[in-house]
Structures are given as C-alpha cells and as structure tokens.
C-alpha cells in the first residue's frame, strides 16, 4: 500500500472518545479443536476449558478482556449446539447478541454475519472481531493496541492486530507491514502491504530476518459499512445471503430466515472473503501487538502455558489427577482418578479421559488432528 493511498482515506475528525463509543465486540466461537483431543470435543471444544490453569475458561477470558472497550456492546457467533454452554459462561449475553450457526460455515460467514446486523442496527458501528479461543497477556498491552485499531478503523480502515513473532513459525499466516500511517491516537499504526499464507522454514526464517513480518492471528477491527462493502465486491452470494439474515434479525422473522438461508451459503474464510482483496485495494492497516500471544493449537501449547511446578520437568493438568514420575517430561491432562505413572520417557503427552486416553509426544502433537479424522472416517464419533 503506498503512502499516497494511505492520505486518500478521508481523515474522521470526531473526538476519539466518539470512536470508542461505536465499538462493538464479537467473539466468533467455532471449531472443534481437533489436535487437542480427547479433551476437546465437538460438544465441548476448546473455547470452553480452562486450558490456563487460571480458573477461567478461553471464551470467558475473551469476553472480559473486550468488556471495558466497550461497556458490554459484545456479539457472540457459535454453534446451536453450544447455546448452553456458552450462556452459563457468559450470562450477560442478551438474546439478540447471541448468533447460532446451525452449521459450520467458517469465519467468512459468522464474521459477515455479525458485521451486517450491526450495520442494520447503526451503520457507523466499529466491530473488533477477536476468536474465543486465544490466550493474551498483558490484558492492558492488548487493549492499548484495540483502542489504536478503533482509531484507526475511523479513519476508514479494516485494522488487524499483527502479533510480534517469537520465532520463524511455519504453523501461521504472516502479514507484510508497509509505511507508518499518521493517524491521531493511533501512533503504531502501519499500512498493510499484503497477508502472505503458512510458509515453509526457509521462507519464515527470511520474515523474521527482515523485521517486516507479524503473525496473522485473525484479529479484525474494521467499520462494518467497509467490511460489507469488501464482502459485497468478493463474496456476492454470501453477502446476500447474510443481508437477508441481517434484515430479519430483530424481527419474530428471525428463526425462520435464519434456518432457510444459512444452510445455502458458502464457506469462505474472512481472511479470503475480505482482508486479502482489502490489503490490495489499499484499505487495510495494522497495529503491532507487543503482547503475549498463542492460539492453544495443540497439547505442547498447553504445555508452554502451563509450566511444570519446580524441580519437575512435568506438567500435570486436572482436578485431584494421580501421576507419579520418576525420570519424565512432557504433559499429562487427567479427567480420571487413574493412577498414571511415568518412568524413563521424555516429552510425552497424555490426556487421559473416561472413554479415551491419547498417547504421543510433544513432537507429534499436531498429528492429533489425522488420528480424530480417522475416527470420524471408521465410525467411531461417539467419542468425538
């Protein structure tokens, strides 16, 4: 994006307190969390554990770390299958701010989804759209750097919050920052050249080397009339689809609408449905994120939030969990009253369960995902 693009966008002169006070929450809670069984489950998935040893599970730390950016205003898209759960977790959602998918459709829809019944209610609504299942700290680093992106966003741009990388990860998106944006209370703030897809070693290696690079951890602050217009122009079909969900949204219409047209849309990534195409266009912009940042995508994740207690090179995970050691690394999460010893292995990881145990090891631990899809494939669901 260049600098002379960057100026076109009309600057928005209204005092920053009136940005903060469009800004709306929403927390998409989707997926299974497949390289974290048996403990996720499609009827429990991540978002639902307390996978920090905090005593708050993911969605419910999510929820409290947007609360004071925006007073409560806080949208949540999830499954109908997690209707209850996720409202014993968060029992201040009111009804109309809670969207239930009766099917995955990926972020592209849930996002959009959520962008249109805001635009129906206040088209100069800002949205920040942040996953539930993310673990960030310092919570006030991370809402430093929401307050830069609504700034931001007012000006007329889709912001993301670009994570500072810890080191050359194959495993994310990377987003290529370009010249820094004179935007008032936004002082980090930077254009965004392009979203580059998982890239192998070598690649990653060369981000890291020219500073250029964050992680891309899905974190979208945008107005919602931009985001709907990004939508329209790349994802027609979609976009209309949700726009008539939108439009019956706040009406007794809104269960019928909503099981007639929701099972016809397609399945997109917001990612590909709007940011890509907007970095080209010229109307995306990032704030670096110098927090503490990781997605729990898998059990050695777990294993780096979760130090092992002193003098063990063990981390025990689980209510009352019975795990004897003697020469032993690696993780256990115990849902049992199983006695588990452990003598003479290194970096294993077990999760031990009532009807499943898993085996492996720290190294192997995103092949979790190829064992549930076999499972699936052979007919053994009751388990996931």
Not at 104 to 127: E, F, T, V, Y
Not at 296 to 303: E, Y
């Amino acid at each position: 994006m260049s600098t002379e693009r960057a100026v076109a966008h009309t600057p928005d002169t209204e005092p920053a307190d009136d940005a903060l006070a469009r800004f709306h929450g929403v927390i998409p809670a989707g997926g299974t969390g497949t390289r974290l069984w048996p403990l996720s489950r499609a009827a429990a998935p991540k978002f639902l554990h307390d996978l920090t040893g905090s005593g708050s599970t993911l969605i419910r730390a999510t929820y409290d770390r947007l609360r004071p950016l925006c007073d409560g205003r806080i949208m949540v898209v999830t499954g109908i299958v997690h209707r209850r759960a996720v409202l014993e977790q968060l029992p201040e959602i009111e009804d109309l701010n809670l969207v239930l998918e009766s099917e995955p459709k990926d972020s592209g829809a849930a996002i959009g989804l959520a962008a249109a019944i805001l635009h129906r209610r206040d088209p100069r609504i800002i949205m920040g759209s942040f996953a539930a299942d993310q673990v960030i700290s310092p919570v006030d680093v991370f809402q430093d750097a929401v307050r830069e992106a609504i700034q931001t966003a007012a000006r007329g741009f889709i912001v993301t919050i670009g994570i500072k990388p810890t080191h050359a990860s194959t495993g994310f998106g990377y987003i290529r920052a370009g010249e820094p944006l004179a935007v008032d209370g936004a002082p980090s703030a930077h254009a965004v050249i392009e979203f580059v897809e998982k890239p192998s070693q070598d690649v990653a290696d060369g981000y890291i080397e020219s500073g250029n690079y964050s992680w891309n951890a899905g974190m979208f602050v945008a107005p919602v009339d931009l985001m709907l217009k990004h939508l329209s122009a790349n994802e027609p079909e979609l976009y209309a689809g949700l726009t008539e969900i939108a439009e019956a949204w706040d009406t007794p219409r809104r269960v019928e609408v909503a099981r007639r047209i929701w099972p016809t849309l397609p399945k997109i990534a917001i990612d590909y449905a709007v940011a890509e195409p907007a970095a080209a266009a010229g109307d995306v912009a990032m704030i670096p994120g110098e927090f503490s940042w990781d997605d729990v995508g898998d059990f050695a994740a777990i294993g780096r939030l979760n130090p092992a207690e002193e003098n063990s090179e063990l981390t025990v995970m689980g209510e009352g969990a019975r795990v004897f050691s003697e020469n032993a690394s690696g993780i256990v999460v115990s849902d049992t009253k199983r006695v588990i010893a452990l003598i003479g292995i290194d970096d294993v990881v077990i999760v031990d369960t009532p009807d499943a145990l898993l085996v492996t090891t720290k190294e192997h631990a995103q092949e979790v995902k190829t064992a549930v899809e076999r499972l699936r494939a052979s007919g053994d669901t009751d388990v996931l």
